[in-house]
């Protein structure tokens, strides 16, 4: 597969664009993260705060359920295959952070300027319209 988002990525910044409220830094300032396609045709992603709580004792099973919680409320992941239609990727979802984005779709119109590529979609909250803007730098 041939593909002009073949490769690593580092996130660079990931803001939410709501009418109401404005943009926002979806996972705050400076969030870190990485993207990959491959030219098989797989990619995977993950993105955290770069603020995050540590947990007691390096230990998941001693945690807290709130600490849990800000866990889970500061990072995002998901991996599985993906197609270019156009100016769209669409990833298919066959593992993520949040089981209901198993086995959906997720589309994301592109745009590559150079070492830059930038994503845009709409989230997948039912209780809140909101668009997301991706950008990151090729590594």
């Known amino acids: 597969m041939t593909s002009p988002l073949l490769g690593t990525w580092r996130l660079r910044s990931f803001q939410l664009i709501d009418e109401k409220i404005g943009i926002q830094d979806a ?16 990619m995977s992603v993950q993105m ?40 769209k990727v669409i990833h298919c979802v066959q593992v993520g952070l949040v089981s209901n984005w198993v086995g959906t779709e997720m589309i994301r119109n592109f745009e590559r300027d150079g070492k830059i590529l930038t994503l845009r979609g709409a989230t997948s ?15």
């Open 48 to 87: 955290m705060s770069a603020k995050r709580e540590l947990i007691p004792e390096n230990d998941l099973s001693e945690a807290s359920l709130q600490e849990k919680a800000n866990l889970v409320d500061t990072f995002r992941s998901y991996a599985g295959t993906y197609r270019i239609e156009g100016d």
């Open 27 to 42: 996972l705050g300032p400076n969030p870190i993260g990485y993207l990959v396609y491959t030219a098989e045709g797989t």
């Open 125 to 139: 909250s039912a209780r809140i319209k909101q668009d997301a803007v991706l950008v990151w730098e090729k590594i």
